[in-house]
């Protein structure tokens, strides 16, 4: 208990009040520790904070680039010139769409990357698997974000037949026949104009699961024609296929969309 003097309403006369320890009416107990002045945080420095941005940054682009879309250099001619990937010139890095596959069936005239079935690469020469250079560290990050060619089997071509159907070359007109319809392909290109007729093939029922591929480049393009010897050896499971072809993303005068031109439902032909 605490006594205190104060003041009456008449003068000079005083009387005690009395206050109880820890009272609200003797009004607000200032907080402890309230004098003190507090130190602001020391910020951490930009050079401890970075190499934690750098980590966060790569486990991102691994996560994106293996699950979501990944940039692939075009390192052959097999698809000029919808794709460049010609001696002498800057090849294409196009954005490969991981997730379409997973929600639709991959359908005639997509282009896609895929890696290469048993039979495509079963007579190459096995790669070095080999590690510990420095080169072998440069080839695996460049070949991530697409400044390298992928160290792997991988291939670029278009879809020209799903599986069930029968593929076939070539009609009177030299046209690829897809189910006895011949297909009008716009985006063919020959690099000679000596040489414009493409070899005869089939017919080939591709099988259920599978799809027949072909370059744009279409006299120099290694595809299902002649790959593991050609017939339903050189059809693509799809389950190898890694994504579909979207944006072509570097070199700067390149930019734009892939051409998904469906050869099936093309204009009337004669």
């Known amino acids: 208990m605490v006594d205190v003097v104060s003041a009456g309403s008449s003068e000079g006369e005083r009387r005690l009040r009395h206050y109880r320890l820890n009272d ?3 009004g607000p107990r200032p907080s402890r520790g309230a004098h003190r002045i507090r130190k602001p945080q020391k910020q951490r420095s930009f050079w401890k904070e970075l190499p934690i941005l750098i980590v966060v940054a790569l486990v991102l682009t691994f996560a994106i680039q293996h699950l979501v879309a990944r940039v692939y250099m075009i390192p052959s001619g097999s698809m000029e010139q919808t794709l460049h990937g010609c001696p002498g010139c800057t090849p294409d890095r196009v954005l490969v769409d991981k997730l379409t596959y997973q929600f639709t069936d991959p359908e005639p005239g997509d282009v896609v990357v ?14 070095d698997t080999s590690r ?3 080169t ?3 080839q695996d990050f460049g070949s991530l974000v697409g400044l390298a060619p992928p160290d792997e089997r991988d291939f670029v071509k278009r879809i020209i037949a799903v599986g069930g159907q029968t593929v076939r070359c070539c009609d009177g007109n030299n046209r690829v026949v897809v189910d006895g319809e011949p297909l009008y392909e716009p985006y063919l290109y020959w690099a000679s104009p000596y040489h414009q007729e493409q070899e005869e093939f089939g017919p080939v029922t591709v099988p259920e ?6 370059g744009d480049n279409r006299n120099n393009s290694s595809d299902s024609r002649v790959q593991g010897g050609g017939g339903v050896r050189g059809a693509v499971p799809v389950e190898n296929i890694i994504g579909k072809a979207r944006v072509i993303v570097l070199p700067p005068g390149r930019w734009g969309s892939v051409s998904d031109y469906n050869p099936q439902e093309g204009l009337p032909l004669p």
């Open 132 to 134: 510990g250079s420095l």
């Open 136 to 138: 072998d560290v440069f």
């Open 209 to 214: 699961g599978a799809v027949w591929v072909m």
């Open 114 to 127: 895929f890696k290469g079935p048993r039979p495509w690469t079963e007579n190459d020469v096995p790669l």
């Open 24 to 26: 609200d009416s003797a």
